[in-house]
């Protein structure tokens, strides 16, 4: 909204810095940032006083998480508000890959929403009906997936780009579209499926978001892609403003998720920051990167999946319990630990998926 007060500059004045991307993503990130903390204690309050009991805890889980009952859940609000206001007021709004990811964001928080208040209202863990949930998310990514390729140029419209080797590109034609969903719910499913430890899954969303900032503002460059040997996609530059606002509202938010969590942000946070990841991979041509810089959530989905089909097919299991930071639970790790070192193990992800922009 605020670029267009680069109609009042000559250019040379003060207007003139709302051309600059970069500007406009640190004006998102503090806007972001202050939106949690402004609005982060009196959601808080709201939350305790209207759900009673918080977030159910699962019986058969940890021993630990019987101190958290009483929590207050769908803290995802807060991220979700933060970083769509600061988009709407810092980005570009005639930028199609900008409402894509907004439109994913809010679509999956949506879903996320219903579910944490099913949970809350019956209190039990059950929440929406995991088909119906899967149904609505797979139709949210249908959209999205189409219109991203829409928008990309002819000559990278349905081709899966591979990180490294930069003349390599897979048509995957119609089908294509499919792969986009199933990164999008894939990376939304995979983000929820880590949120279970205090502070575990935003901070690897927000190192996640960071580094897809940076290739999305290199890809939507012309002098920057030629110079990394990246494939150029216009218009995705503007993406690091919603992921500057993203890692400001992560920040905003995670103040109260901080062990011990005076809030949880529930499936609305995870399903819609899952949802936004993927819908950035597939907007930028950078599916497989993602699954580097998220290979925390990839390690984490994973471990669902092998224990629960070594399960079904010997009754016994892999991990002493799914998904993985949970394993290390019953280990005997403390929840500072686990957190922590998946925080360093996200960043050394990151770097290593930021490389792939020059190792070609």
Request: net charge positive; hydrophobic share 55%; charged share 15%.
């Amino acid at each position: 909204m605020l670029y267009w007060l680069t109609a009042l500059s000559d250019g040379g004045d003060f207007f003139n810095l709302f051309r600059y991307i970069t500007f406009r993503a640190g004006g998102a990130f503090l806007t972001a940032l202050l939106f949690g903390f402004i609005f982060g204690r009196p959601l808080i309050d709201v939350l305790r006083k209207t759900q009673g009991k918080g977030q159910p805890i699962r019986d058969d889980g940890p021993e630990s998480h019987f101190s958290k009952a009483g929590t207050p859940t769908m803290g995802g609000l807060l991220i979700v508000g933060a970083l769509v206001t600061a988009t709407l007021l810092w980005a570009r709004l005639d930028n199609v890959f900008v409402w894509i990811v907004l439109g994913v964001t809010l679509s999956f928080a949506a879903i996320g929403f219903a579910d944490d208040y099913a949970k809350v209202s019956k209190q039990n863990t059950k929440g929406v009906p995991g088909k119906l949930r899967l149904a609505l998310g797979i139709l949210i990514a249908l959209i999205a997936s189409w219109v991203a390729t829409q928008m990309h140029p002819v000559e990278l419209k349905n081709q899966l780009a591979f990180p490294i080797f930069k003349d390599v590109l897979l048509n995957l034609g119609v089908f294509y579209v499919v792969f986009g969903v199933l990164v999008i719910v894939g990376s939304a499913n995979a983000v929820n499926l880590t949120d279970g430890l205090d502070g575990l899954a935003i901070m690897p969303v927000m190192i996640a978001a960071g580094a897809l900032g940076v290739i999305a503002y290199a890809v939507g460059r012309v002098d920057f892609s030629e110079y990394l040997d990246v494939h150029y996609v216009p218009g995705t530059g503007e993406i690091l403003i919603f992921t500057a606002a993203l890692f400001g509202g992560g920040l905003g938010f995670l103040w109260y998720n901080a062990p011990p969590a005076a809030v949880f942000m529930g499936d609305t946070g995870s399903l819609a920051l899952g949802g936004a990841l993927g819908a950035i991979a597939v907007a930028t041509k950078h599916e497989i990167v993602l699954a580097i810089v998220g290979g925390i959530f990839v390690v984490e989905a994973l471990s669902v999946i092998i224990q629960v089909l070594y399960f079904k097919r010997t009754g016994k299991r892999v991990f002493l319990m799914a998904p993985i930071h949970h394993h290390y639970e019953k280990k005997g790790w403390a929840e500072p630990t686990i957190v922590i070192r998946f925080w360093i193990i996200s960043l050394i992800l990151a770097m290593i998926g930021l490389a792939t922009l020059k190792v070609r």
